[in-house]
């Protein structure tokens, strides 16, 4: 919890898309969707956590 000890390995990321540390296993797979199955609004204490989260779904 101090973080005073240093990791074993260190993965070198090129940029904030880079998967090359992850196993071809798994980005090959198409990510499948799967929206609740009853649709709800988040409460206000909901909002607020995710208040500084981004996300930008490319369609195309």
Same mark, same amino acid.
């Given at each position: 919890?101090?973080?005073?000890?240093? +990791?074993?390995?260190?993965? &070198?990321?090129?940029?904030?898309?880079?998967?090359?540390?992850? @196993?071809?296993? =798994?980005?090959? %797979?198409?990510?499948?969707?799967?929206? +609740?199955?009853?649709?709800? &609004?988040?409460?206000?204490e909901q909002q607020?956590?995710?208040? @500084?989260?981004? =996300?930008?779904? %490319?369609?195309?």
């Amino acid at each position: 919890m101090a973080k005073k000890v240093t +990791p074993p390995f260190l993965p &070198s990321i090129k940029e904030p898309t880079d998967v090359s540390n992850f @196993d071809s296993e =798994f980005t090959r %797979l198409q990510p499948i969707l799967s929206p +609740p199955s009853k649709p709800f &609004s988040l409460s206000a204490e909901q909002q607020e956590a995710f208040a @500084d989260f981004d =996300f930008c779904a %490319l369609h195309g």
